[in-house]
């Protein structure tokens, strides 16, 4: 049976999370003026200490706001490395305003997109919060292309579970035979649309080598070759 929709995950798939993040992060301190040329520490530094910390908040997002985790994320961090301010509110809402309009995609995304768009439904599944998935969707002037955006936060399971893909299907009313997946994740899309027997693609971005058992339908290293697989 051949495909009549592809989803796509949304983050380091379809938009470069890491690049959006960091800007975020950095965009923030200057826009507090917290200086980090004052304590002689680099923006690799500090990226390295926050997203370590950002990462374990994040696992609680189920119990933690956004704005906690940021919250929470920037406090642990500054303190580790003994930056003093006052500002750890305003950071966090600064974070937030800068990452939710950060627009970087991936090489090749908007192209994609528009060929695929001519012959199948397209939709993503994208682990997030509401308030941050879909606004970026738009900044980066994508949003158009979907026909369903399932988050997580908004239905109330994250992948790898089953239920938040098969709540994609029932809004598309397909089966799974009639589904492409595209993802970055190993442990998030990988194994969901094993679950659920959804074909897979792995968008192998950093070109890293797959253990064994590990055996995608599709693997591309760029998004544009997946053209080369369904056209």
């Not at 305003?97 to 695929?116: C, D």
């Not at 009639?178 to 649309?193: E, F, N, P, R």
Request: include cysteine.
């Amino acid at each position: 049976m051949s495909y009549q929709a592809i989803i796509f995950d949304l983050d380091n798939t379809v938009l470069n999370f890491e690049l959006c993040e960091r800007q975020a992060i950095i965009g923030a301190l200057k826009a507090c003026s917290v200086s980090l040329d004052l304590y002689g520490i680099s923006e690799p530094s500090f990226l390295q200490v926050f997203e370590t910390y950002n990462s374990q908040y994040w696992r609680k997002r189920d119990i933690l706001s956004p704005i906690e985790i940021t919250e929470m994320s920037y406090k642990n961090t500054l303190a580790h490395l003994n930056i003093q301010t006052d500002k750890i509110s305003h950071l966090s809402q600064s974070f937030w305003q800068i990452f939710n309009h950060s627009a970087v995609t991936e090489s090749g995304v908007y192209e994609l997109l528009t060929v695929l768009e001519r012959n199948y439904r397209l939709a993503v599944i994208t682990n997030g919060f509401v308030s941050a998935q879909l606004p970026r969707m738009q900044a980066a002037g994508i949003d158009h292309f979907f026909e369903e955006v399932v988050v997580s936060e908004a239905i109330g399971f994250a992948k790898p579970s089953p239920e938040i893909f098969n709540y994609a299907l029932s809004k598309l009313d397909l089966i799974p035979a009639q589904v492409l997946y595209v993802g970055d994740s190993l442990s998030h899309d990988y194994a969901g649309t094993k679950q659920v027997n959804i074909d897979f693609c792995y968008y192998n971005r950093k070109n890293q080598a797959l253990p064994k058992e590990v055996k995608p339908k599709f693997i591309v290293n760029q998004l544009l070759n997946l053209l080369e697989l369904v056209q």
